[in-house]
Every structure is written in C-alpha cells, then in structure tokens.
C-alpha cells in the first residue's frame, strides 16, 4: 500500500514510519506544522511542533529512506483544537485536546488529503491495536491510547495503521536506536502541547478573561470569589482559593460548575460519585449502533477512571448506567466503552459526557440483548 507517516519529531511516530517500510509499504513521511509560530526549541517533555521537532522528523525521514514533506495545518489545528478548547472551558466543561486533534486534524483533515493525494492510509505513532478493523488497548498498558482514539469512526479507522501498539515503550526505543534514529532517547511530550508552559490556568485566562463568580459550599455557603470557571474542574481539590479544609477536617473537591452564574460547587469526595454518564456525539467503532443495552466497560478519564456499565444507545448519544460509582466525571471528557471479556481490550464506541446523574440504580439481567454482550 501507499501509506503516508505522520512524524511529530518524536520516538514512536519515527519507528512506526520504520515498520510501514519493513512492511514493504510505499511510505512518505509528513511533519504536521500546527503552530503558527512554531517555537525553536522544545523545553523537555513540555510542547511539541517546535522547528526542532519538524528538525527531529526530517533527519528520521532520512534514516529511512523515505520522502519527507511539512503540512501546514495550523489553521485548521486553531479553530478545530485550540479555540474549541478554550470554548469548552468557558462554558464550564474540561475537554481533552487529543481527542479532538485525533478526530479533527489526523484522522480527518490529514487523512482526506492523504486520500486525496492517492494514499491507502495514515500511519501514526499512537499506542493502540487495530485488527480486522477492531480497534483494542496497547499491550503496553502505561502507554495506551486507544481512549483518544475511541471518538474515530469505523470509516476512519479503516485507513489508519498503527503499527508501535504491539510493543511495550522500552522496546520501541530500543529498536529506534538499534535503527540509528537520534530520537531513541527523546522525552516524551506531556501536557497539552499548545501550553508549552503547562500553565493552563493562565493560558485559559488570557484568552477568555476574567469573569468572576463565587466558590459555593454543598449548602450554598458562599467561601470565596474567583476570577472564572475556566480556573476549575470537576474533581479538582486543589488551587481552589479556600481558606482551608471543611469543618469537618477533609477536603474538599470541586463537585459542580455552573458557568451562567459563574457559580462553583465544593464537597466531599462522596459528593463526587456519579452512577449515570449522559453522552452526546456516540460514535461505534463498527459503524452500527447497537439495537439494545450493550453490556461494557466505561472509561471516563485518558488513564484510569473504569466501571463495569450498561449503556444504551438514545437520540444519537449515550446514556451509560454504572454497576459502580465513579469520581472526578466531567463534561466535555469522553466516556470510552469497552468490550467485558477476559481481555477486556476491544473498544466498543464512545460518546462527549454531556451530564451526570448520582442516583444509584438496579439491574435486571434481562436489560441486555445477548447479542450485545
């Protein structure tokens, strides 16, 4: 096939343009510059984009042998990623980046123009499994990132290969210096890599301004003001302006956002179990929508943050009923499911949590379809 490498500059994108090539594909690597005003130099693991990775990408190309293009798509990477971020948060919500720039930028935009160009599909350093168009977790489990790459249709996985998901990290950078590639020993990137600070507060702050509101107790007790609820999230315990703890000697955690009023609720960490995940935008990875309850695994966070759940399909969302209580759920985070096998690592579909509810239920073992289990 006629592949096309995505190549940040980084370990795992370099050694699956590697394996494309030993798999005896055409492969023609691409740098995708998303900044418009790409920094020179990475500061360790913070950032990504920067002209020392576009730098990184292109010497890896060389190694291999392989054609080595840079994309502009810092455009479409501000309105799709950027600015829908910050919109998020303005409204109360705390979204993960990657989940967009996955289903936005690499498996939309880059992908329609690889396809365009007469590329089969895109290759990418992302830690997850794809067989027979069934997308599973990594087999390093640390570095699994089937999660982010759960809001992808089953047309878009279709053209997607990633080819580093069989292999725990240490091995990969083993074999990226066994092949001669300088990024054998490059930090991986962490945070958000459009904050290179890692100040999101302060990142949120100069693009929305300040809007003050009030920090609430559970029984509406006024505590302190803030400068917006785009400072908070769900679960969030501390960097709350508090004076100090409950009456009571605990902490306390952010438990509601209302951006209308500018209002932010704090309780107990038991004030934070949800037992129902409303979602919106679902998408299944097979590309049909399940008939009946669908008996799961939910995941609510990129690492951790698992239930054993029942979800339905309704009005093109999700309503996903937890057999056990989660914490720290927010909107605009993705609720991820789950095949509940042995394995436990096929993903079934995802949804954008658009709501909670902390009221818990019961189950009849009837309310899931057989041939939904």
Not at 15 to 35: I, P, Q
Not at 84 to 111: H, M, Q, W
Not at 116 to 136: I, K, N, P, S, W
Request: proline share 5%; aromatic share 6%.
């Amino acid at each position: 096939m006629r592949v096309l490498a995505a190549m940040s500059g980084g370990v795992d994108s370099a050694v699956a343009a590697a394996r494309a090539v030993d798999a005896g594909h055409e492969v023609v690597g691409v740098h995708l510059a998303l900044s418009a005003s790409p920094g020179t130099l990475r500061t360790g693991s913070r950032g990504c984009c920067s002209k020392e990775d576009a730098g990184d990408a292109r010497r890896a190309a060389d190694v291999l042998g392989i054609p080595f293009y840079v994309w502009d798509f810092a455009d479409r990477f501000k309105e799709d990623v950027i600015d829908d971020f910050v919109a998020a948060y303005a409204a109360g919500e705390t979204p993960n980046p990657c989940l967009r720039c996955n289903e936005k930028i690499k498996f939309s935009a880059l992908a329609d123009r690889a396809v365009a160009l007469g590329f089969d599909a895109v290759v990418t350093g992302h830690y997850a499994r794809l067989e027979d168009g069934v997308l599973r977790r990594a087999v390093d489990a640390d570095k699994d990132q089937s999660y982010v790459l759960a809001v992808l249709t089953s047309d878009q996985l279709a053209r997607a290969m990633f080819p580093v998901g069989d292999t725990p990290k240490p091995r990969i950078r083993e074999e990226a210096a066994e092949r001669g590639l300088a990024v054998a020993n490059k930090p991986d990137s962490h945070d958000i890599c459009f904050i290179p600070s890692g100040d999101t507060r302060a990142f949120l702050g100069a693009k929305i301004g300040v809007r003050p509101g009030a920090v609430l107790d559970a029984d509406g007790t006024k505590l302190a003001d803030h400068d917006g609820v785009h400072g908070f999230t769900i679960g969030q315990r501390k960097g709350l302006g508090l004076p100090g703890p409950a009456a009571d000697g605990k902490p306390r955690y952010v438990t509601e956002i209302d951006p209308e009023s500018g209002t932010v609720r704090v309780g107990s960490a038991a004030d934070l179990e949800v037992w129902t995940v409303l979602a919106d935008r679902a998408i299944w990875t097979s590309g049909e929508t399940p008939s009946g309850p669908v008996e799961c695994v939910a995941q609510v966070r990129a690492h951790g943050g698992t239930a054993p759940a029942v979800a339905e399909a309704v009005d093109g969302g999700l309503v996903v009923r937890l057999r056990e209580p989660l914490t720290g759920v927010a909107k605009g985070q993705a609720v991820v499911l789950y095949r509940p096998d042995a394995d436990g690592d096929e993903v079934l579909g995802s949804g954008t949590i658009s709501g909670t509810e902390r009221e818990p239920h019961t189950y009849a073992s009837e309310l899931v379809s057989d041939n939904a289990r």
